[in-house]
């Protein structure tokens, strides 16, 4: 474990790219061997606004990341923070401590907050608004929802005390768990369920990006599955019944244009309809 940590606390960028496209090339071509959905889209049409806001989310992150490794580096040298403030544990718990309560914080946290305030919400739109979901969908954010999200984070980062070796490897989890959950592959479905009660799996994770509430607020879980069963946010809905979108913007079209979706944050707000779960 200190041998992990100490590697993320160097990480080169050249490692943190490479994880991020390693992982979107990895399972985009596990969704052509094994697809949840076997719909017919243009798959590379579809990914284009998709990488765009993977560079904006990109450019957003980058000049701010000194501010992650400033906080972090304030909180360990003034033993500030919940895991520093613990008995203490070995080092594999206090990593573990670690990456639970940063994503509690920095993904559970922020997710439900932007389902909750409706101007959040039509920030969130954009990611929600993906009518065919594949991993190229986990870092479908405007622009607006990237600089949230990092507002996020850096609070995690300043209640959780972690040291930054913790933060780079929460932050590589994040990307690699959000790319697996979003893509377009389906696990045996008993491997699926036992893989929920610990990360959020593909299944789990798509009733969330079912175009009607009240699947659309459930399963807000980025990489661990406990708080989603902790707080009562879990739902599950057969995969056969999921339809991607939100009933409420429809135009597909719009949905797939890079500048419909920068736009997307400033229409008059839609709450979702609720389906019948009769």
């Given amino acids: ?33 094994v697809p949840l959905f076997s719909v017919p889209y243009k798959k590379w049409r579809h990914s284009v606004p998709n990488f765009f806001f993977t560079l904006t989310t990109i450019l957003v992150n980058f000049p701010l990341a000194f501010l992650f490794l400033k906080t972090s580096d304030w909180a360990v040298a003034n033993d500030f923070g919940i895991i520093n403030w613990l008995p203490e544990v070995p080092l594999w718990l206090y990593v573990i401590l670690g990456l639970l309560f940063l994503d509690l914080i920095g993904a559970y946290a922020a997710h439900w907050v932007e389902h909750k305030v409706k101007p959040l919400w039509m920030v969130h739109l954009v990611h929600h608004s993906d009518h ?131 736009k997307q944050p400033f229409h008059k707000y839609r709450r979702p309809t609720t389906e019948d779960q009769s």
């Fill in 1 to 33: 474990m200190e041998q992990i940590i100490n590697y993320f606390e160097n990480i080169p960028a050249l490692h943190r790219s490479l994880i991020l496209v390693g992982g979107i090339t990895f399972f985009w071509i596990l969704e052509g061997i």
């Fill in 132 to 262: 065919n979901v594949d991993t190229t969908t986990a870092n479908r954010h405007h622009p607006l929802e990237s600089l949230i999200r990092y507002i996020f984070t850096l609070t995690g980062i300043f209640l959780v005390g972690a040291p930054i070796g913790i933060i780079m490897l929460y932050q590589s989890l994040s990307v690699v768990l959000s790319q697996f959950n979003h893509a377009n592959i389906q696990l045996p479905e008993k491997l699926d369920k036992a893989i929920s009660w610990v990360i959020i799996s593909p299944d789990m994770h798509k009733v969330h990006h079912h175009y009607k509430l009240p699947y659309t607020d459930s399963n807000y879980g980025n990489i661990f599955a406990i708080w989603d069963r902790l707080f009562g946010t879990y739902m599950y809905l057969d995969t056969d019944k999921i339809v991607y979108g939100v009933d409420t913007f429809p135009d597909e079209k719009e949905n797939s244009s890079i500048v419909g979706l920068l």
